[in-house]
């Protein structure tokens, strides 16, 4: 049986799924920080003091942080949504089998059943050597080494 001919969600499901997906996907479309990345930041000439300068700093920082966030959430709901179609949401990356609507409805990006999730994280946690930032795709080492 291939991946595609595997129906573990009823129509309903899919259907509740993917009006998430398309909710999370709007929410951070419309977000001001998203739309405008600029908004609400002084410029460099405008600074009185090295203080104003450094809590600008740290609120641009912030921004990124959250805008970065808000870009690699938005293409995991990308890839769910040409899941639903396709057909294979709700199914393991891993082992191909169903991964619980529960499981979805709570994180409709979800790759992985909890089975091999919670496989996947004790493999994380017991090899600290090379470990990756997901969100940053670089390894403890490289990110110490700076």
Not at 133 to 139: A, E, V
Request: aromatic share 6%; glycine share 4%.
């Amino acid at each position: 049986m291939t991946r595609e001919n595997k129906n573990y969600l009823t129509d309903k499901q899919v259907e509740t799924l993917k009006d998430k997906l398309l909710a999370d996907k709007e929410r951070i479309l419309n977000t001001d920080n998203f739309k405008n990345p600029e908004q609400g930041h002084l410029d460099k000439n405008e600074l009185m003091d090295p203080v104003d300068e450094a809590s600008i700093n740290i609120q641009v920082a912030d921004d990124l942080r959250y805008r970065n966030r808000n870009n690699f959430y938005l293409k995991k709901l990308n890839k769910s949504l040409s899941k639903v179609a396709d057909g294979t949401l709700g199914i393991c990356e891993e082992c191909d089998d169903a991964i619980s609507f529960e499981r979805l409805a709570a994180r409709p990006t979800a790759e992985l059943c909890i089975s091999c999730k919670e496989e996947a994280e004790m493999g994380e946690k017991s090899n600290f050597y090379k470990k990756k930032s997901k969100s940053l795709g670089k390894t403890l080492q490289e990110m110490s080494g700076r």
